[in-house]
């Protein structure tokens, strides 16, 4: 339902427990990063839709805003650049909160409210980081929408003010701000003391590791030539697929959670043809008992990468379970320092940090507890796959390939999944999520070899014709390896130039791609200077050249050695021709390794 008529307004008026002005917190200043230029509005914000109490006034209402105003200081705060260019965060004493009352026949306007709301990008200099409106039929109030923005809450706090709001407004707690938690300036304190220096400090380490081993990107595959489109949207709900989790989940020792991420990792490297599955992890970082009722934005991503080729299914839940406490335990990292060793890691691999695929398991702040043991025998978990329904939603835009949201793990297996069709076409979506599923319940009675289950999945690998090799850890298309090539060497004033695929140290590679099974394999670019009169090109200019054009291109890495020539050869496609017409320069272009 489409809103039209113009609401009228409810003024509420709120003072804090305190205020003050410091620096932002490490999530904060990602979010900040990140919200500056999103792909879509949504994206930026987290809707609550929360039901009233019949006899409800919008007074009521106000009075709940207010207490929770008051009680969580991330909903008062705003951001400003310091003096010396830090960001700084300020939590208002007092302030003012304007809520819409919307008088609507019966009906669902939630979704309708909801985009009203956000339709206007939150100013994170000027505005609070809340907004309100109350929905009423015959004047009264029966549902309460709030907008959140990500700079305030992510997930887990939804759930904390989802649960404190109905509390108050049932009267199961006092309207007032009861005992405050703490605040974000008391985290950020946190974070620049010793022991949160040290923390942050290995988390780099951590993401230097993986981001030097994970492939490029997962969709580093075939796709048509098209231009980006909005992600399809899916939703499957199992309870196949949790009576399953639940079971191997006794017999592994491994939480729900692991065994649901483990079956995805495998069904995504199968998928996409990779030796290895990488993903990003979005971090909670809700460690220790003062941070469980914290309202302020913590998440922050956490790279995740684990070999899925194990022997059999029960060793891929174990090694998914020790990748994902390391990468959740180093989800939390000054965000100007991670993009300062993401920048490096690129410089010295060729590679640029595409983010391709994301992973946010939310189950915990759903309000379900997981069974005390496992529970469906065979015959429960087979007619439980009668019950297995996907729901297609609205195409939105989304900032990834592939955006899998883990919703409920217990009584039902809920997945959202994002995907582009780009890459996971249209039809292959429903496949995907049909594929965890079947994973799971394969697995359910007893452990099965890895072999075994790829064709359980239903999912085939991409079909990679001649151009494309492995170097370096990743699938490469040679063909757009050379846009990227060419692309730096236009920007340097090079008359031409060629990319080749060669053994690793030979000089004789081809255009074609190439490379036994084990052998290694390095493109190995060629570049033209005839002009004697200015001066030629480094390796490490060449390289700087092209990096800027990886973005976007899954398929592409730079060269790992540049050859500066004299001149265009007599054989362009002879990488001998290039070594004839004369080697000026030589080299990979990267610094030494640290």
């Known amino acids: 339902m489409e809103l039209s008529a113009p609401p009228r307004v409810y003024t509420v008026d709120f003072t804090g427990g305190r205020s003050g002005t410091g620096p932002a917190t490490h999530a904060q200043r990602n979010l900040l990063r990140w919200i500056d230029q999103p792909d879509d509005a949504g994206s930026a914000t987290i809707p609550l839709f929360l039901d009233l109490p019949a006899g409800t006034g ?18 008062r705060t705003t951001f400003a650049a310091g003096a010396d260019g830090t960001v700084l965060q300020h939590v208002a004493a007092t302030g003012r909160l304007e809520v819409e009352i919307h008088e609507l026949p019966p009906g669902p306007p939630a979704r309708g409210l909801e985009r009203r709301l956000r339709r206007q990008p939150f100013d994170p200099a000027l505005d609070l980081p809340l907004r309100a409106a109350v929905v009423t039929h015959g004047g009264q109030p029966h549902l309460a929408v709030l907008v959140i923005s990500h700079l305030a809450a992510d997930v887990g706090c939804a759930r904390i003010l989802a649960d404190q709001f109905t509390a108050l407004i049932n009267g199961a707690e006092p309207w007032s701000a009861g005992p405050l938690g703490p605040s974000p300036l008391d985290d950020a304190a946190a974070e620049q003391s010793a022991a949160g220096r040290r923390r942050a400090e290995a988390a780099l380490r951590y993401w230097d590791g993986v981001l030097t ?29 949790a009576l399953a989790l639940a079971r191997i989940a006794a017999r592994t020792g491994c939480s729900h959670s692991t065994v649901t991420l483990a079956a995805v990792a495998l069904c995504l490297a199968r998928r996409t043809g990779n030796q290895s599955t990488g993903m990003t992890l979005l971090a909670g ?72 695929c994301v992973y946010n ?13 496992p529970t469906g025998s065979a015959a429960d978990i087979g007619q439980a796959l009668e019950q297995t329904r996907i729901t297609m939603m ?4 989304y900032p990834a390939a592939f955006f899998l949201s883990v919703r409920a793990v217990w009584e039902e297996l809920v997945l959202m999944l994002w995907a582009d069709p780009r890459y996971l076409p249209r039809a292959d979506v429903n496949d995907f999520l049909l594929a965890v599923e079947r994973v799971l319940v394969t697995c359910a009675p007893h452990d099965v070899p890895v072999p075994d289950l790829l064709a359980a999945t239903g999912l085939a690998g991409p079909e990679r014709g001649p151009g494309w090799i492995r170097s370096a850890g990743c699938w490469v298309d040679l063909a757009c390896a050379t846009e990227v090539f060419d692309a730096g060497l236009a920007a340097l004033g090079s008359p031409g130039g060629a990319l080749f695929a060669e053994p690793a140290g030979t000089g004789a590679g081809t255009q074609t791609g190439t490379g036994a099974a084990g052998q290694e394999v390095e493109l190995v670019g060629y570049a033209a200077w005839p002009d004697r009169d200015t001066a030629r090109p480094s390796p490490a200019e ?25 001149g265009l050869p007599a054989d362009p496609r002879d990488p001998a021709s290039w070594r004839a017409a004369g080697v000026l320069a030589e080299g990979s272009g990267r610094p030494e390794r640290r």
């Open 58 to 75: 919008v007074a009521d209402v106000a009075e709940v805003l207010a207490a929770l105003l008051a009680r969580h200081d991330a909903l």
């Open 213 to 241: 081993a994970v492939p490029q990107a997962m969709f580093s595959i075939p796709v048509p030539n098209q231009a980006p489109q909005r992600r399809r949207r899916a939703t499957m709900r199992s309870r196949a697929a």
């Open 285 to 356: 970082n809700r460690f220790g008992a003062a941070m469980h009722d914290y309202v302020g934005s913590l998440a922050q991503d956490a790279p995740f990468h684990v070999d899925p080729w194990a022997a059999t299914f029960d060793e891929v839940v174990r090694r998914t379970g020790t990748a994902a406490l390391r990468a959740y335990g180093c989800g939390r990292f000054d965000p100007a320092q991670m993009w300062q060793t993401i920048d490096t890691v690129g410089r010295e691999r060729g590679t640029h940090f595409h983010r391709d």
């Open 361 to 373: 398991d939310t189950s915990r702040f759903r309000g379900q507890a997981p069974p005390s043991e």
């Open 394 to 397: 609205p195409d939105e835009a």
């Open 542 to 566: 060449l390289h700087e050249a092209c990096r800027p054009h990886l973005a976007g291109r899954f398929s592409a890495l730079t060269p790992q050695r540049y050859v500066v020539c004299a």
